[in-house]
């Protein structure tokens, strides 16, 4: 079945580090992969998406590239801040696995001043 | 535009009692879906609709119901509350049945402890 995998946190950094959170995904057909976020005490928002290989998502600052050879989609961001700080979720949409979302385990992050 | 709201947000339950959860959307979203979230872990599959009538098993379906009369509503039924379902249950929904990339909106969450 499908499956994904994210290094486990928590991470903390020091405002203005570079931030990389890596994922990488087992899929039956080709699937469409998300970054979600998730700030204390709220529900997931999506972050950004890729919908095929080679594809690069980015918003606020993060971005991801589909890596289809080696099955990742990892997260960076160049110079975060405390406002970062928030749980991250690798995710993908596989139409062949009958359309379900498959989340990874999350990483939390922590950026201190 | 409300998006996906879920009632309670917080709720305690005793060993053996039952609750429903709400969620309702406002999207016309055929696909929805409910999802627990322990402490310190991701998010695990219970029960989606791909529309009006229809419902299937998740990961761990094992101790809920669920049912989608309508659209907008997919509640979430615990029968007998036991102290392993003291989780965060979040509903989502979804526009899109095919996989090209439409996201999930998430609800902000219900935060249920069973003792």
């Known amino acids: 079945g499908d499956s994904v995998t994210q290094m486990e946190g928590p991470v903390t950094l020091s405002e203005e580090a570079f931030l990389t959170i890596n994922c990488t995904y087992t899929?039956?057909?080709?699937?469409?992969l998300f970054w979600y976020v998730q700030y204390p005490g709220e529900g997931l928002q999506l972050l950004l998406k890729?919908?095929?290989?080679?594809d690069k998502g980015s918003n606020k600052g993060f971005e991801a590239t589909y890596r289809k050879e080696t099955t990742s989609f990892h997260l960076e961001k160049g110079s975060v801040q405390v406002s970062d700080s928030a749980v991250y979720f690798c995710?993908?949409?596989?139409?062949?696995?009958?359309?379900?979302?498959?989340f990874g385990g999350g990483t939390r992050v922590l950026v201190k001043p | 535009n409300a998006g996906v709201t879920q009632t309670p947000k917080f709720r305690i339950l005793k060993i053996g009692q039952s609750m429903t959860l709400q969620c309702t959307q406002d999207?016309?979203?055929?696909?929805m879906y409910w999802y627990r979230q322990d402490p310190g872990m991701g998010l695990k599959l219970i029960y989606y609709?791909?529309?009006?009538?229809?419902?299937d098993k998740g990961e761990v379906p094992n101790g809920y119901n669920v049912s989608r009369s309508t659209t907008e509503d997919f509640p979430l039924r615990l029968e007998l509350a036991a102290p392993s379902q003291t989780s965060v249950y979040f509903c989502?929904?979804?526009?899109?049945?095919?996989?090209?990339?439409?996201?999930?909106?998430f609800g902000n969450g219900t935060r249920l402890t069973v003792t």
């Open positions: 989502a929904s979804r526009a899109s049945t095919t996989g090209d990339g439409s996201p999930l909106h």
């Open positions: 899929a039956t057909g080709y699937p469409s």
């Open positions: 890729a919908t095929k290989a080679d």
């Open positions: 995710a993908l949409s596989d139409y062949a696995a009958g359309n379900k979302l498959t």
């Open positions: 999207m016309n979203h055929n696909y």
């Open positions: 609709s791909v529309g009006a009538g229809i419902t």
